[in-house]
């Protein structure tokens, strides 16, 4: 790597009479701090007086001692030699004319890219960003690295855009001779049992279909969760950026938050003429309504878990209350589908419950152990439907060979797919993927700086989707509550009669 800087170093006052001074010091900061020890690269620093009160410094470095760190050192050096001494400080408004930054790519760009901030220079293996006309601040704010990291994670990411998951069979159940091959949701439609809702991606349920949402949801609190010793909690489901931020949701999604906007104030005055126009007009001024909202700073809840693991911010955990098993249960949340949506299994608005577990690395794999056991024992015996299990893992992990070949690995996500009929033979339909089971090491832990007394913590979670537990029950069992499995309906006895229109 190398590092190329250029930038403009002003006075309080004049120079031209310490001039000899000032050379002594910059001569003296090169020798002895910024070659200073055992380099790859030796670094150099060039200065020149501008009129009476600016120095132009020039550094050049290697990697291992990057020209923006010594900016601030230069900084302290010189208040202290010089300043004191001549009572002519420097540094104050340091400006970068020019940064250019080289370094080498494992693989070379398929693509031109580019980033905020800066030109970026794409040659072979080689990538050189450039930087003008910035502040110190910019470079003490730690972007250089930040902005190397994202172009190479761009590169990268060409390699494997497109490919998807990496996908690999762990289980599968046998096969079971399907109710029907009708799609449930256009069915319940016309039966009348759920509406589409006043918005894309939306739905109202009517008494039928929430008897069968609400079976599911006692059949996993009750066969799943309270079993292993889960505990109810309840998070706050609108989620502020700064944690979206630590989770890394929000530079991963953006395009899927649904945001939330405040009003600016609550005074009528501010709001008249909003009202007046909608008086008048019987309509949605939104040049006016826009005047009285504030800029989105969080969103609606997207999962459960980045708020529950705040709620750890900072907390050391006892030992004895280890591990942690707890699960939200009154989240709507909401993702911005756009055209992906499809009946009930893939809408903007869902229910789901989401159990979180953090303890040790040994509590959270008999975690997983014990709940791949519930699971089974649900979806074999009171589900009764045909399903299966898989390591999911984005394409580029399994090329890094961050993905094992075993349920034997620690960290990673099981999905659970499950077969849906009215998409075809199971060969070439696309399953539904209705449950997962995740354990993600430290990765959270370190982000809200959760500890325990002892221990290193891990942590995971398992979201299930209601939705997504009655599509797949559904679209194998149909809507006949005579045809479906006895174990079930001693979870939902009768559907009820719901509402009659003329």
């Avoid at 890219?113 to 601040?137: H, N, R, S």
């Avoid at 899927?256 to 009003?263: L, S």
């Avoid at 280890?322 to 699960?327: G, Q, W």
Wanted: contains cysteine; glycine residues 6%.
């Amino acid at each position: 790597m190398k590092f190329d800087l250029k930038a403009d170093f002003p006075l309080s006052g004049s120079a031209v009479s310490i001039k000899k001074e000032i050379d002594e010091f910059f001569s003296d900061y090169d020798k002895n701090v910024l070659n200073r020890g055992p380099s790859q690269k030796r670094a150099k620093i060039t200065w020149s007086l501008c009129g009476e009160d600016l120095y132009k410094l020039h550094i050049v470095s290697g990697s291992n001692n990057r020209a923006h760190n010594h900016l601030p050192r230069i900084k302290k050096a010189w208040n202290i030699k010089i300043g004191k001494k001549y009572h002519v400080s420097g540094g104050k408004g340091t400006k970068i004319e020019k940064y250019k930054i080289e370094f080498e790519l494992e693989k070379e760009s398929l693509k031109e890219i580019t980033i905020p901030f800066a030109e970026v220079k794409l040659k072979g293996k080689q990538a050189t960003i450039i930087l003008k006309d910035v502040t110190e601040e910019f470079l003490r704010r730690n972007y250089i690295d930040r902005m190397i990291n994202l172009v190479r994670e761009k590169v990268e990411n060409q390699y494997y855009e497109g490919k998807g998951e990496f996908w690999k069979p762990i289980w599968q159940s046998p096969e079971k001779k399907p109710m029907w091959s009708k799609d449930p949701t256009e069915e319940m439609i016309k039966l009348g049992w759920i509406k589409q809702g006043p918005t894309k991606g939306k739905w109202f349920y009517r008494p039928q279909a929430v008897a069968i949402l609400k079976a599911m949801e006692e059949i996993a609190i009750k066969e799943v969760l309270k079993p292993l010793g889960f505990q109810e909690i309840i998070a706050s489901h609108v989620v502020p950026f700064d944690i979206w931020l630590k989770t890394g949701h929000l530079e991963g999604m953006p395009g899927e938050f649904y945001y939330v906007a405040e009003p600016v104030t609550r005074d009528v005055e501010k709001w008249q003429r909003f009202i007046d126009l909608m008086k008048i007009t019987k309509d949605v001024s939104f040049d006016e309504l826009n005047k009285n909202l504030s800029t989105p700073q969080a969103g609606i809840c997207y999962a459960q878990c980045p708020v529950i693991y705040w709620s750890f911010k900072g907390k050391t955990i006892a030992e004895k209350s280890l591990p942690v098993l707890v699960y939200d249960n009154t989240a709507n949340s909401c993702r911005y589908e756009s055209g992906g949506r499809h009946g009930i299994e893939r809408v903007d608005e869902f229910h789901r419950i989401e159990p979180i577990y953090i303890g040790t690395r040994e509590q959270l794999l008999d975690i997983r152990g014990k709940l791949l056991e519930r699971y089974q024992h649900v979806f074999n015996d009171i589900l009764d439907i045909e399903w299966r299990m898989a390591w999911v893992t984005p394409w580029y992990m399994k090329q890094a060979g961050k993905i094992g070949d075993t349920i034997k690995q620690d960290t990673g996500t099981i999905d659970f797919e499950a077969y849906m009929p009215y998409r075809g033979s199971r060969r070439d339909s696309e399953w539904l993927e209705f449950q997962n089971l995740s354990i993600l090491g430290d990765k959270y832990i370190k982000a809200f700086n959760i500890k325990a007394q002892k221990s290193e913590l891990w942590s995971g979670c398992s979201g299930i989707g209601l939705e997504r537990w009655a599509s797949a029950f559904l679209a194998q069992k149909g809507l006949d509550p005579n045809k479906w499995p006895p174990r079930f309906k001693k979870h939902l006895k009768e559907l009820p009669e719901g509402i009659e229109f003329l």
